[in-house]
Structure formats: structure tokens, C-alpha cells
């Protein structure tokens, strides 16, 4: 295989995205961390400019995440007939038109209605870098990948940020600013490789691609996403009810909660030039034995607190790191991504209903020892991909080094 190939180079020495792309890239998930937290913050001056219940005013992001995974399939079955640059553009438009509806909405049901076209956008946005970034670096993938995922971080810890530095009344103006941000970003297109490079050929021996795996694999995958996703949000939605009944005020879990969602942010930032040495499996392996030893940890009220951040670190890297390595192990699966990122926002919506449920029938102070269970399936899930989906282009030492100097030409 050539370096040219190894760099997911699709033709012509051309780099699946431009320097000014990529910058564009992470600007674009800056934007959309910041929309998807800014509809909380805003909830107080929703409800009285359209007179509506928490509940109304809560519609809001579910109309969002319907919208986003919509957007996701919508933009998978549009890849194989549509450019990158069109399904792109496309996506940025809608954001910016669903953004401005929203904003500027006379009515409530129309303000749900530019959420949810917000929503379709940001389901394409992230599924399309997502999977550009995930077979556009080569072995620099995962890492790139943890890069573009911890600007979404930055975004929803900005947003929430933004509206307590304004108001809340100024709502209608950030969404707005966020919509002439996506439209600029539509200039950076010619930027993005219009097809992808085609998939690498499955190894000969023995691979983890041989028709027998393929679904299994996917399963797994899909249930790493989904058991991961429902651990952060059930420790994001969770962790304060917990840490005020083993006796913590509320201004310490509400800071404890903030520090565990910058965790989340931090955790990619760092492992980003970890994963140019180490395996993808070796750092899932990690991460989910991780999330286990910090929950146990949280059990413990002296260190509650410090473990739901050890468990953000852990958690952070899963989504990013995975993502290459499934389109690694199924390489001729295109919709295999789809049904990954498309699981992680469904793990999202209807994992906090059911935990919550658990918790009604439980003490709270249960909570980390219920997400310790999910932890240690997703441990053994871990444990069972590397055995039966080996990540050859993931190996540490020299041979990376050398990966790293092939894949340059890609920037």
C-alpha cells in the first residue's frame, strides 16, 4: 500500500481535506457543541417570550435530536449520490436556516420546527467530518479524530458560557451569529475531497472483515457506543442529584458537574498524541476499565467528585478512538459509521429516561454501582473486539513513527 493511499489521499496527490478545511472542520464542531448546550441555558427566557411549561420549553432538544438523527441516515443515503462539498453545504445551510428560525420564530411550534432543522444539519455536520476525519489521516486518524471531537467540547462549554456572559434574552442574537458563522464556513468547501478515497482491501488471513464477523463486530461496536453514551449522560444528569445526598451543597455538585463535562474536552485533547503510540484497542481497553475503577471510586463520598472526573477523562477518547477502527476492521461496510453514530444519540435520548426509572426503584446513591454494570459490559465488549477485530494500523513503537511521517502529506 503507498503512502499516498496510507494518507487516504483519493486522487492526484489531493488530501481528502485542505489545511484551511481542517481548521474550518473545527470550527464547525465548535459550533455545533455549542448549539446543542445552548438550548438549556435559554430555557428561562423561552418560556417567557412563548408562555410555555419546563416541559414545553424541554421540546426543544428532543425536536433537535430527532432532527439529528434524521440528519445522520439522510446523509448516509445521500453519500453514494452527492459530493462531500453538496452534502456539506447543505447541512451548513440548513443549520443556519433552522438557527435564524429559531431565533426569530413568531410562534412556538415554528421555534420547534427551526430546532429540528438545526437538528437535520448538525446530524450531517457530524456525521460527514466525522467520517472524513476518521479515513482521511491514515494511522494519524484516531488522533485527528480526537482533536475535531474535543472542539465540540470547547463549543458546549463556550455556549452555556456565551449566555451567561449576555443574558438569556439574547438568544435570538447568538443563534443568529451561529448561522453567519456556518454560512462563512460554506466558502472553506472547495477545501473538503468531493468523493473519499475507496476503502483499503480486507487482509487475506484470517481478517476481522470475513463475512461471519462483519455483523458481530458492528454489534459490538454498537454497543460500546451505546452503553458508553448512556454512562455520560447518566452521570451528566445524575451526578448532582447523587453528590447532595452523600452530603455535598449545591454549589460544590454543580461545580463537580461542570469539571466532569470539561473532563470530557480534556480527555481528547490528551489522548490525541497518545493514540500516534498506542492501539486503539489498548486505549478502549483503558478507557473502559477506567470508567469502572472511577465509579467504583465514586461510591466513596470523600472522592465522588474527583472520580466522575476520572470518569469523563475515560469516557472522552471512546467515541473518536472507535470510529477508525470500525471502519478499519469493516471496510467494506460504508453504513457501518451511520449505525455507530446514529446509536450514540439514540443511547443519548432514551438511556436518561430509563436510568431514571432504575434510580425511582433504587436509592440514588446507587447510581455509580448501576453504571458500574454498564461499564464492565462495555469492558468485556472491549476485551472481545480485540480479540475477534485486531487493529493492525494501530500498533505502537517504531512502525508508528514511520506511519506518522507517510501520513503528513495528507496536511
Known amino acids: 500500500m503507498s503512502a499516498t493511499r496510507e494518507a487516504g489521499l483519493p486522487e492526484a496527490g489531493r488530501p481528502v481535506l485542505t489545511t484551511v478545511a481542517i481548521a ?15 438550548y438549556g441555558p435559554a430555557i428561562p427566557a423561552l418560556r417567557e417570550e412563548y408562555g410555555i411549561s419546563p416541559a414545553g420549553a424541554g421540546l426543544s432538544l428532543s425536536a433537535h435530536f430527532v432532527g439529528a438523527l434524521l440528519g445522520v441516515l439522510i446523509y448516509h443515503v445521500l453519500r453514494g449520490r452527492l459530493n462531500n462539498r453538496v452534502l456539506l453545504g447543505g447541512s451548513y445551510l440548513l443549520m443556519a436556516a433552522g438557527a435564524t428560525l429559531f431565533a426569530f420564530s413568531p410562534s412556538w411550534n415554528l421555534a420547534l ?25 491514515g494511522r494519524r486518524s484516531t488522533a485527528m479524530l480526537n482533536v475535531l471531537n474535543g472542539h465540540f467540547g470547547v463549543g458546549a462549554i463556550a455556549g452555556p458560557a456565551l449566555i451567561g456572559w449576555l443574558g438569556a434574552d439574547r438568544y435570538p442574537q447568538i443563534f443568529l451569529g451561529i448561522g453567519v458563522v456556518c454560512l462563512l464556513i460554506l466558502a472553506t468547501l472547495g477545501g473538503v475531497a468531493a468523493r473519499e478515497p475507496e476503502p483499503a482491501p480486507a487482509p487475506a488471513e484470517g481478517g476481522a472483515t470475513s463475512g461471519a464477523r462483519v455483523l458481530p463486530i458492528i454489534a459490538v461496536f454498537i ?46 485533547f490528551v489522548v490525541a498524541p497518545l493514540s500516534l503510540r498506542w492501539s486503539a484497542p489498548s486505549i478502549l481497553i483503558v478507557c473502559c476499565a477506567g470508567m469502572a475503577g472511577f465509579l467504583v471510586l465514586a461510591t466513596v463520598p470523600a472522592l465522588a467528585p474527583y ?68 461499564a464492565a459490559v462495555c469492558a468485556a465488549l472491549s476485551l472481545w473486539l480485540r480479540k475477534n477485530a485486531p487493529d493492525p494500523d494501530g500498533v505502537s513503537g517504531p512502525r508508528n513513527a514511520g506511519a506518522d511521517r507517510a501520513d503528513t502529506v495528507s496536511m
Open 223 to 268: 454497543g460500546i457506543y451505546v452503553l458508553h453514551v448512556a454512562i455520560e449522560t447518566g452521570v451528566g444528569g445524575w451526578e448532582p442529584t447523587h453528590l447532595e445526598a452523600v452530603g455535598y451543597g449545591a454549589a460544590t455538585a454543580a461545580t463537580a458537574t461542570s469539571a466532569y463535562w470539561a473532563a470530557m474536552t480534556i480527555g481528547r
Open 24 to 38: 474550518a472542520s473545527l470550527v464547525a464542531f465548535v459550533v455545533i457543541g455549542a448549539l446543542q448546550a445552548l
Open 307 to 374: 472520580a466522575y472526573f476520572g470518569v469523563g477523562l475515560m469516557i472522552a477518547p471512546i467515541f473518536p478512538t472507535c470510529l477508525p477502527w470500525l471502519n478499519r476492521a469493516v471496510p467494506g461496510v460504508a453504513a457501518a459509521g451511520a449505525y455507530v453514530i446514529a446509536a450514540s444519540m439514540i443511547g443519548g435520548v432514551a438511556f436518561p429516561p430509563l436510568l431514571g426509572g432504575v434510580i425511582d426503584t433504587m436509592d440514588v446513591k446507587a447510581l455509580p454501582l448501576v453504571l458500574f454494570g454498564l
Open 113 to 137: 420546527t427551526g430546532t429540528f432543522v438545526i437538528g437535520l444539519g448538525f446530524g450531517g455536520i457530524d456525521y460527514g467530518l466525522n467520517q472524513l476525519f476518521a479515513i482521511g489521516f
